[in-house]
């Protein structure tokens, strides 16, 4: 019987850079071209339009100060573009803009293996950290994007439906028109820091399982689970651990002045557990036996 070959000791063919396989550009394009994602970034656009026509139909949100109720995101929705866009963020943060991040992540590996392409990548020869890498990348790149792309047409709609101005506050007082863009650009930038949970968990279970909709619903589960369980005030400080716990942290940035607090916490107890689990993804596929 003949030793088994050691292709890691093999030489490398003339030209062949390992740095080179599976560029960026063609990983986002096969990415591109699949129907979830279309699908995706429909559904995204497709919000704020929804929302504009519930307006319509059930009447402008009626609290105020006359009531004698506090205020919410959801009652000065129609006062501007910008008062549009941070409802659209308040009402999708929780769930919505959880399924694009389980999704591009959670999908990428593991439905490579249930093609049976996945060894074909590797016998390209793909190594197979830079395969993750390009892949991982590929996905974070896809989530931002998404998250980018609904308050990006919130803010045309909104424009379009109740004008330009100044945010609203729901606690008093307005943003100035000028400062709206980039308080809304820090609220999306927190919010995919705070996605890195959700999106290295996917990426994990999605090196260890042929079935993409494992991976990505075992991620959306286990996000649900999160928000279950910082539900329960009897653990008390015990729920600062949690990613949820901090998830809504980003209205600090819709204040007269920013308060930095609850996004640093939320984004260090976010990157930590995302950094962990990344780990794991790339040291298990790196051990991983690959038959499919």
């Given at each position: 019987?003949?030793?088994?070959?050691?292709v890691?000791?093999?030489?490398?063919?003339?030209?062949?850079?390992?740095?080179?396989?599976?560029?960026?550009?063609v990983?986002?394009?096969?990415?591109?071209?699949?129907?979830?994602?279309?699908?995706?970034?429909?559904?995204?656009?497709?919000?704020?339009?929804?929302?504009?026509?519930?307006?319509?139909?059930g009447?402008?949100?009626?609290?105020?100060p006359?009531?004698?109720?506090?205020?919410?995101l959801?009652?000065t929705?129609?006062?501007?573009?910008a008062?549009?866009?941070?409802?659209?963020?308040?009402?999708?943060?929780?769930?919505?803009?959880?399924?694009?991040?389980a999704?591009?992540?959670?999908?990428?590996?593991?439905?490579?293996?249930?093609?049976?392409?996945?060894?074909?990548?590797?016998?390209?020869?793909?190594?197979?950290?830079?395969?993750?890498?390009?892949?991982?990348?590929?996905?974070?790149?896809?989530?931002?994007?998404?998250?980018?792309?609904?308050?990006?047409?919130?803010?045309?709609?909104?424009?379009?439906?109740?004008?330009?101005?100044?945010?609203?506050?729901?606690?008093?007082?307005?943003?100035?028109?000028?400062?709206?863009?980039?308080?809304?650009?820090?609220?999306?930038?927190?919010?995919?820091?705070?996605?890195?949970?959700?999106?290295?968990?996917?990426?994990?279970?999605?090196?260890?399982?042929?079935?993409?909709?494992?991976?990505?619903?075992?991620?959306?589960?286990?996000?649900?689970?999160?928000?279950?369980?910082?539900?329960?005030?009897?653990?008390?400080?015990?729920?600062?651990?949690?990613?949820?716990?901090?998830?809504f942290?980003?209205?600090d940035?819709?204040?007269?002045?920013?308060?930095?607090?609850g996004?640093?916490?939320?984004?260090?107890?976010?990157?930590?557990y995302?950094?962990?689990?990344?780990?794991?993804?790339?040291?298990?596929?790196?051990?991983?036996?690959?038959?499919s």
């Amino acid at each position: 019987m003949s030793a088994a070959v050691d292709v890691t000791q093999a030489p490398e063919a003339p030209g062949y850079r390992a740095g080179r396989t599976l560029p960026l550009r063609v990983e986002a394009m096969r990415q591109l071209r699949r129907r979830r994602t279309l699908l995706m970034g429909g559904v995204l656009a497709a919000l704020p339009f929804v929302l504009i026509i519930a307006f319509a139909i059930g009447g402008t949100p009626d609290g105020g100060p006359g009531g004698g109720e506090r205020l919410t995101l959801m009652d000065t929705a129609t006062a501007s573009a910008a008062n549009f866009a941070a409802t659209c963020l308040f009402v999708s943060a929780g769930f919505l803009l959880v399924v694009p991040v389980a999704l591009f992540c959670g999908d990428t590996v593991a439905s490579e293996a249930s093609w049976s392409s996945l060894r074909y990548l590797l016998a390209a020869p793909v190594p197979r950290n830079r395969l993750l890498w390009s892949k991982l990348v590929v996905a974070l790149g896809f989530s931002l994007a998404a998250m980018t792309l609904l308050p990006v047409v919130a803010l045309a709609a909104g424009a379009a439906a109740y004008g330009w101005g100044p945010l609203e506050l729901p606690t008093g007082g307005a943003l100035a028109t000028g400062d709206t863009v980039p308080r809304l650009a820090l609220v999306v930038a927190f919010i995919f820091v705070s996605q890195l949970v959700t999106a290295a968990l996917a990426f994990w279970l999605s090196t260890k399982t042929d079935a993409p909709l494992g991976a990505v619903g075992g991620a959306v589960g286990l996000t649900i689970v999160g928000n279950v369980l910082d539900a329960v005030t009897a653990l008390g400080s015990w729920r600062e651990f949690l990613p949820a716990h901090w998830q809504f942290a980003w209205a600090d940035a819709l204040q007269p002045d920013l308060e930095w607090g609850g996004m640093v916490k939320g984004a260090a107890v976010s990157v930590t557990y995302a950094l962990i689990l990344f780990a794991f993804a790339f040291r298990g596929f790196s051990r991983k036996d690959i038959v499919s």
